[in-house]
Each structure stands twice: as C-alpha cells, then as structure tokens.
C-alpha cells in the first residue's frame, strides 16, 4: 500500500519561501509519477508539478513556471517542492500523490493519481 506524508507547510509572509516534503513509502519514487496539488478554499484542486518515473526532469503548469521546483531526494524516497516568493493567493492545502508510470509530460489532472497524502496547509498572510 502506497502511503504518502506531506511536511513542511506553515504561515508564512508574502514574498518568503518554503520547502514542502513528502515522504513515500510502498513504492519506490523513480518507479511511479509523483505530482504535488494544491486546493485553495471554494477552488478546484490544482496541479502544481509532476516527475515521470525515472530520471526524467519534472513538468510544471504554465502557473506554477518560474516560482515552483520540484526536486526529489532518491536516498530518502522524498519529492520536494520549492516555493519562492510566495504570494497571499498561494494560500491553500499542498498535496503529494501518486501514480502509475505515464510518459511524458507527465499528467496534471487529479483524477489519474490514485494515492494522495494528507496535506500540509500553507498559509501566506503578513
């Protein structure tokens, strides 16, 4: 069974930066797609980056270009996602989750990811 647990959320003030964990655990990262979500309250949930299995880099929505890097830590099992200069409207609860292997790019629509983690809230007020 694949589990998946997110750290690393908080408050934070505008312009700061984060760096959001996600440990896994029942499946070997470079074998599956890790993608991180995220869902902001009265919103639908959004794909933030996804990592194809392997050694492939990862591909990020054209919102998430530029401000959003997501790594991953294959001694720890561990994807990462690196947020700078974080914005009020980047307030929302972060997911990891994963999948199957796809091609790539990899997908960025939740429905195809079948394991998610609990979510790390990030919240971005001064």
């Known amino acids: 069974q694949v589990q998946l647990v997110e750290s690393g959320g908080g408050l934070v003030q505008p312009g700061g930066s984060l760096r959001l964990s996600c440990v896994l655990s029942g499946l070997f990262m470079s074998y599956g797609t890790i993608a991180w979500f995220r869902q902001a309250p009265g919103k639908e949930r959004e794909g933030i980056s996804c990592m194809p299995s392997g050694d492939s880099p990862p591909h990020y929505s054209d919102s998430a270009k530029g401000r959003f890097t997501m790594s991953r830590d294959n001694a720890k099992n561990t994807p990462h996602l690196q947020i700078t200069n974080l914005d009020p409207e980047d307030t929302a609860v972060y997911y990891c989750?994963?999948?199957?292997?796809?091609?790539?790019?990899?997908?960025?629509?939740?429905?195809?990811?079948?394991?998610w983690g609990q979510g790390t809230q990030v919240t971005v007020s001064s």
């Open positions: 989750a994963s999948a199957s292997p796809f091609g790539t790019p990899c997908p960025l629509a939740p429905d195809v990811y079948n394991s």
